[in-house]
């Protein structure tokens, strides 16, 4: 197997995108939801009013932009990721042909490139 190190970083960089994406969409679920509770709810412990927290509307808007963010950033690094697996792919498609066009009978092998 060729390249390894390229097909470790492609390896780090999918599992890092899905991560991201997994933690992400739970984070800003979760965060959407704390934006409404928690504030009434911290602020009566503490002695004064926080007042209602945001809005219904303020939530869904940053649960909106939460997931698109994290969409993007994580569907970013899975691309990074399939595309350097189709460099290799098209490494060992490209490797693979010229192999067989040698074996062809009657195919020499160009003569080398000399640098000028």
């Keep these: 197997m060729r390249y390894r190190a ?3 970083v492609a ?3 999918r599992v890092i995108g ?8 739970l984070g800003t679920c979760a ?9 009434s709810y911290v602020g009566g412990q503490f002695g004064y009013r926080a007042g209602a ?4 509307i303020q939530a869904v808007i940053i649960l909106v932009i939460g997931l698109l963010y994290t969409g993007l950033i994580g569907v970013t690094l899975l691309a990074i990721a399939e595309g350097i697996y189709v460099f290799l792919d098209i490494e060992e498609n490209t490797r693979e042909i010229a192999r067989r066009i040698k074996q062809l009978p009657g195919v020499t092998a160009p003569p080398a ?4």
Excluded: D, K
Excluded at 31 to 39: G, K, T
Excluded at 113 to 116: G, I, L, S
């Design 6 to 8: 390229l097909r470790i």
């Design 11 to 13: 390896t780090v960089y």
């Design 18 to 25: 899905w991560i991201i994406i997994v933690i992400g969409v």
């Design 31 to 39: 965060s959407s939801v704390a934006a409404v509770a928690l504030p």
């Design 53 to 56: 927290g945001v809005s219904v």
């Design 113 to 116: 490139a000399t640098p000028e």
